[in-house]
Nanobody, 125 residues
């Protein structure tokens, strides 16, 4: 079992930026492809972004392309989601995920092996 520790959620206004971070507690983020999902109240869970183990390839859902950037620093054992130009519809609980499969499979299967506890992001209009 991999414990994922998330940080960085909060309450912001529309147009603001926020940065989420995630780190596997065991300190071996480079072993996993990683990503982020979100779930808004009353809605189904949604894939947001994923990144390969070496950080060279990223995947995004259409609604966040050009606004969100996923990145990783394996030396610092962190994966981040930089969220710019936030909109009220971005309000959700954001979950960090890790998988031993590929980053592309995080997107295509809408699933992952390990999940964080979630961090709340609220964007006011």
């Amino acid at each position: 079992q991999v414990q994922l520790v998330e940080s960085g959620g909060g309450l912001v206004q529309a147009g603001d930026s926020l940065r989420l971070s995630c780190a596997p507690a065991e300190g071996t983020s480079g072993r996993y492809a990683m990503g982020w999902f979100r779930q808004a109240p009353g809605k189904e869970r949604e894939f947001v972004a994923a990144i390969t183990r070496n950080g060279l390839t990223t995947y995004y859902t259409d609604s966040v392309k050009g606004r969100f950037t996923i990145s990783r620093d394996n030396a610092k054992n962190t994966v981040s989601l930089q969220m710019n130009s936030l909109k009220p519809e971005d309000t959700a609980i954001y979950y960090c995920v890790a998988t031993l499969k590929s980053a592309h499979e995080i997107e295509t299967t809408d699933n992952a092996d390990y999940w964080g506890q979630g961090t709340q992001v609220t964007v006011s209009s």
